[in-house]
């Protein structure tokens, strides 16, 4: 789904491993595939934006983490104060 005055959506289509693919599907609930895929679509062309060709090589290499923030990380590890 494409929001308002953002023109039509378009398609991107690739292959995946199986066993990635099955992960993939272990994980994330069913419903929510497309909208995670257009954040980190999201997030990829940002920092690609910012980074340029170094950002696009870190990608590549595997040397770029996912972090979570420490708000994130307490209320993972249950240690939130409520």
């Known amino acids: ?3 308002p ?3 039509e959506p378009a398609r ?7 066993d990635l693919h ?4 272990k994980i994330m609930p069913w419903g929510i595939k497309a909208h995670i895929m257009r954040q980190l679509t ?3 062309i940002d ?6 060709d170094i950002f696009i090589a870190a990608v590549l290499s595997g040397s770029l983490e996912f972090t979570v923030p420490d708000r994130v990380a ?4 249950g240690t939130k104060d409520e």
Do not use: C
């Open 47 to 52: 920092g690609a934006e910012k980074g340029g």
């Open 42 to 44: 999201t997030m990829f």
């Open 1 to 3: 789904m494409v929001k």
């Open 12 to 18: 991107i289509s690739f292959d995946l491993d199986r």
């Open 5 to 7: 005055g953002q023109g």
């Open 22 to 25: 099955r992960r993939l599907n």
């Open 74 to 77: 307490q209320i993972l590890n």
